[in-house]
């Protein structure tokens, strides 16, 4: 019988075999658990950063909006995001005035624009924007009058940036840019702006007159007519004036969804007084300029008798604020109205500037100061603030010319206009309050301040 031959164990794998694929499994293992845990990791931080951009602006604005390439929304740019359209959720609060979303920059700052105009006067004497009334009253400056808007925001410097712009010129529908670039805290809507948010079909279209930061061909200046049109004016033109500013990036939010009832809020906001609502007695006031500890209020309405608006004259023979001419608006104001006041003895002093604005004496906003009148009740000037532009066809104290008898008013429309003395119009007087008077409420329509 042959011997079988006895076979030798075959081995599976060798020990150098097992020990390259025991450390290649480890290895794989590792790569495995490290970029594991780096996603885990990067996808927290990325839902943080989420939840940290939902507490602002800008944030929750790109929440809300998903980027469109037509139709009315949200659309992106090589600049950021911006708003075309007639859009209805780009609603933010400032004060008490409402401002329109235009665009979201690449470093998330984020540009708005009232919603309304806040005042209505003349470009000025020359077409050029740097040295325009409309500038020289946004902006502070070297002169200690300027930057009546500028002042009305507290602490803009920390809660703003400067916004950039250029004076553009629009020629057979193109912008061209003229110029060098300028920044302000506080500039005018631009042609650029008008335009790309989609013009007479957006937002930006209120069915009122507003100027536009730019020139035509001919260097008239531009206005926005009421049907959404660009048209040319004089710069002598009393038009609406709708302010730009930039928000710093990264803006904290509060609450709000951008509607028109549940406007964006923001945090740093609450000491804005500007438009706030004031109960004195029964009547319900505005605030249209804060100075210090000195609230300047108008009525937010028109004085009323027996329930019914009070229409007269300025005065029967010229445009001067009198309250020594028992036939002048001034007298009426500081006797008859201020006597039917339960509140009249804690008004202040209100000094009521009635410098003239006319073709001898110049268009200059800084005229106005050239001569004042301290009453306890008065009128508004051309260039105090409007915050409630649904008011119009009032007196205000400022004449165009006392010889001619003319004096200024303004329609609900932003049209400044001239009016006869003798008219009768309804009347929007304006008073005086220690800031340090307010002892509670919130400042709004159902909340207002109330002074002790």
């Known amino acids: 019988m042959s011997k079988k031959k006895k076979k030798k164990p075959k081995h599976l794998m060798g020990r150098k075999e097992f020990l390259f694929d025991f450390f290649s499994i480890v290895i794989v293992m590792g790569i495995g658990i490290y970029f594991g845990f ?30 469109i390439t037509e139709g009315d929304g949200l659309y992106k740019d090589t600049d950021g995001y911006y708003f075309n359209g007639n859009v209805t959720n780009n609603y933010v609060l400032l004060g008490n005035s409402l401002f329109r979303i235009i665009r979201i920059s690449k470093k998330n700052s984020i540009r708005i624009v009232s919603e309304d105009y806040v005042a209505s006067f003349p470009w000025g004497e020359e077409a050029t924007y740097q040295n325009s009334n409309i500038r020289l009253w946004l902006e502070k400056g070297e002169n200690e009058h300027s930057g009546i808007y500028y002042n009305m925001i507290p602490n803009i410097e920390s809660n703003f940036v400067k916004t950039s712009f250029y004076e553009e010129s629009l020629v057979d529908h193109k912008m061209e840019s003229i110029g060098e670039e ?55 033109t009393g038009l609406g004036i709708r302010p730009v500013l930039t928000l710093k990036e990264n803006t904290a939010y509060t609450e709000g969804d951008g509607s028109l009832a549940n406007p964006y809020r923001l945090a740093f906001d609450k000491d804005n007084m500007s438009g706030k609502y004031v109960k004195l007695g029964g009547d319900i006031w505005r605030v249209y300029l804060s100075e210090g500890d000195t609230l300047r209020l108008h009525l937010n309405g028109y004085i009323k008798v027996n329930g019914n608006d009070y229409f007269r004259n300025y005065s029967n023979t010229n445009s001067i604020f009198d309250p020594t001419d028992k036939k002048n608006i001034a007298y009426y104001l500081n006797n008859d109205f201020l ?18 604005i ?68 309804p009347i929007v007087p304006v008073v005086s309050i220690a800031k340090s008077a307010i002892i509670n409420g919130q400042g709004t329509i159902l909340d207002p301040y109330v002074v002790e």
């Open 38 to 67: 780096r996603s885990i990791y990067y996808y927290s931080k990325q839902n943080v950063k989420i939840v940290e951009d939902s507490k602002t602006l800008n944030g929750v604005i790109l929440q809300n909006n998903q980027v």
């Open 182 to 236: 300028y920044s302000d805290y506080v500039s005018l809507l631009t042609i650029r702006d008008y335009i790309t948010a989609g013009g007479n079909n957006s937002f930006l279209n209120t069915g009122k007159l507003f100027y536009l930061l730019g020139y035509s061909d001919t260097q008239e200046n531009l206005y926005v007519e009421e049907d959404g049109s660009i048209q040319t004016c004089d710069s002598l």
């Open 339 to 356: 006597n039917s006041l339960s509140y009249g003895i804690m008004l202040l002093d209100c000094p009521s500037y009635i410098g003239e």
């Open 358 to 425: 006319s073709d001898d004496q110049g268009y200059s906003f800084f005229n106005i100061y050239n001569q004042v009148v301290v009453t306890k009740v008065g009128l508004l000037n051309i260039f105090d603030p409007i915050v409630n532009p649904d008011l119009g066809n009032y007196f205000y104290v400022n004449t165009t010319s006392p010889v001619g008898s003319m004096e200024y008013d303004r329609f609900a429309s932003g049209l400044l206009e001239e009016s006869d003395v003798r008219d009768e119009k």
